[in-house]
């Protein structure tokens, strides 16, 4: 079972380059979302959806863009990538809203230089 | 604004011993979830309450909702090397959709 699959594990990017974390999941889940987690400050919502088609902004969403054009897929775009999104980045998916399940990926860690 | 405090931020013990780490908050929560995060690797679900007083075990570890679901504990006895990792607490936000995340539990079990 793969779950929920993240690319790329690691990314180093310059100041204002942009970029596109993938995210995957197999388990048909209509909610995805992705978080990012800093030291000391635990997971902050960036964006989440609900279904295809339906995305919505989290707690930290400014610099960052999300699609949602089919249930297994929800990438997350680096429009002009700072230092301060220096940080890993967890995509999730559950069956729904709270008191369900949320399954995390991997990870990707992003170091902006 | 709606907040989870999670206490201690960190904490290192030896194997053998039994601990007790907490998740507070002044908001009413429909309930409540703990995750264990190993390095590397993201969060996993451990349990889920949702009643007032609710005590769930697994293994050597024991989860309590408290009576007024404001709050909750994660007790571990006879703490292993395997434990250690961080906890999260997470509840239910303003929004179905949105949780509330504690910042965590840093727990180090020394062999």
């Known amino acids: 079972n793969a779950g929920v699959t993240q690319t790329p594990k690691f990314q180093v990017l310059k100041t204002g380059q942009s970029m596109t974390l993938q995210c995957a999941q197999d388990?048909?889940?209509?909610?995805m979302s992705w978080y990012r987690q800093d030291p000391g400050m635990g997971l902050r919502l960036i964006h989440y959806s609900v279904g295809a088609g339906i995305t919505d902004q989290g707690e930290v969403p400014n610099g960052y863009n999300v699609s949602r054009s089919t249930t297994e897929d929800f990438p997350l775009r680096l429009l002009s990538a700072a230092p301060s999104q220096t940080s890993v980045y967890f995509c999730a998916s559950s069956r729904g809203g709270s008191g369900n399940t949320i399954y995390f990926g991997e990870g990707s860690w992003l170091t902006v230089v | 604004t709606q907040l989870l405090e999670q206490s201690p931020q960190f904490l290192s013990i030896q194997e053998g011993e039994n601990l007790t780490v907490y998740c507070n908050s002044s908001s009413v929560f429909s309930s409540l979830q703990w995750y264990r995060q190993e390095p590397g690797e993201g969060p996993v679900l451990l349990v889920t309450?949702?009643?007032g007083g609710e005590v769930k075990k697994l293994k050597r570890l024991t989860f309590q909702f408290g009576d007024a679901r404001k709050d909750s504990s994660l007790h571990i006895t006879a703490a292993q090397p395997g434990d250690t990792g961080l906890y999260l607490c997470?509840?239910?936000?303003?929004?179905?959709?949105?949780?509330?995340w504690g910042a965590g539990t840093k727990l180090i079990i020394k062999p």
């Open positions: 388990m048909n889940h209509e909610y």
């Open positions: 997470a509840a239910d936000g303003d929004s179905n959709y949105q949780l509330i």
């Open positions: 309450v949702v009643t």
